[in-house]
Nanobody
């Protein structure tokens, strides 16, 4: 079965850093674009960062650009989100997403979410 298992969330002070990890299984990881989405209470889910299947292209929300770095290790079926200089407004549940479109079908998988809380 498909699984996306996340880790690395927690409580951190403003200005601190966290690294989120998402380990995938049950599908061909290297063929999927991977993303980190986040959702804060009362707000819509937003794309924080994305990375192409090979890792050659990345994109970031303007609010995290320069502070967050998404990366992947296809040999380990893992995608990472390095978060530096965290701000209270970064507090959210962060979800790992795998996406692939092929012949009109969309394959879209989600992790369980991991809580990131930035507070003094």
């Amino acid at each position: 079965q498909v699984q996306l298992v996340e880790s690395g969330g927690g409580l951190v002070q403003p200005g601190g850093s966290l690294r989120l990890s998402c380990v995938a299984s049950g599908f061909t990881f290297s063929r999927y674009d991977m993303s980190w989405y986040r959702q804060a209470p009362g707000k819509e889910r937003e794309l924080a960062a994305g990375i192409s299947s090979t890792g050659g292209y990345t994109n970031y929300a303007d609010s995290v650009k320069g502070r967050f770095t998404i990366s992947r290790d296809n040999a380990k079926n893992t995608v990472y989100l390095q978060m530096n200089n965290l701000k209270p407004e970064d507090s959210a549940i962060y979800y790992c997403n795998a996406n692939r479109r092929l012949w009109g079908n969309e394959y879209n998988y989600w992790g369980q979410g991991t809580q990131v809380t930035v507070s003094s």
